[in-house]
């Protein structure tokens, strides 16, 4: 089943045009890996899937229902968004996981941030101040306040490239385990070839704002 579907997406700015009349879909439970050259207009195409960015023309189907009948608050429970920079607020990884509930009136319940604590691997950091983590810590803490929403979808704007390998590995390890846990759908950019092949089936590639190919991970990746 298709949860998310673009149609005819385009965005513009100063008369370039980042992402260039794309119209895919993605079905339920299904990771997209999103690759090409610096300046393809990847990461423009990630922000308009949850109007970080706003559409020039075309626009953007979630589970049936055009995005921008939705609240933007909503949108970006449900469609949520990890960056290549963790943005933390000051104050300890607790506060920031129960964030994201309490904009939308919830209370995190204890049980679920320690769960989320434990799927990404920090088990006894809730009272750790965010300034005390390091990088690869920080980018999970980031992963976990994203999953605190329950999103049905995570946009993941190259989550490992501004870290040391040791981290990375750890980190793209655990993005593994927890989409297929949680049966997310997930749309990744990565800079990495392999990165693609180990975390996603299908991957489209973008050239100058165009999608150019979309299918097979492996025939997209090395053609």
Excluded at 66 to 91: A, C, N
Excluded at 127 to 139: H, K, P, T
Excluded at 195 to 213: H, P, T
């Amino acid at each position: 089943m298709v949860i998310l579907e673009t149609t005819h997406l385009t965005r513009t700015v100063d008369e370039k045009t980042l992402v260039n009349d794309i119209s895919i879909q993605v079905e339920r439970g299904e990771t997209l890996s999103i690759v090409g050259p610096s300046g393809a207009g990847k990461s423009s195409f990630l922000r308009l899937l949850n109007r970080l960015d706003e559409p020039t023309s075309g626009t953007v189907l979630l589970d049936g229902a055009d995005y921008k009948t939705l609240p933007s608050g909503e949108l970006r429970r449900r469609v949520g968004m990890v960056l290549q920079s963790p943005y933390l607020f000051p104050g300890t990884v607790a506060e920031n996981l129960r964030f994201g509930p309490r904009q939308h009136g919830k209370t995190l319940p204890e049980d679920r941030l320690r769960h989320l604590l434990r799927q990404v691997g920090l088990e006894s950091y809730a009272e750790r101040d965010i300034a005390r983590l390091s990088g690869g810590e920080a980018q999970r803490v980031s992963l976990a306040r994203t999953l605190a929403n329950s999103p049905e979808v995570l946009l993941l704007d190259e989550p490992t490239s501004a870290l040391d390998r040791t981290a990375e590995a750890e980190v793209e390890s655990l993005l593994g385990e927890i989409i297929a846990a949680e049966g997310l759908t997930c749309l990744i950019i990565t800079h990495n070839p392999e990165q693609a092949v180990r975390l996603s089936r299908r991957s489209m590639l973008l050239e100058a704002g165009k999608l150019v190919k979309i299918g097979p991970v492996e025939e997209v990746v090395h053609a």
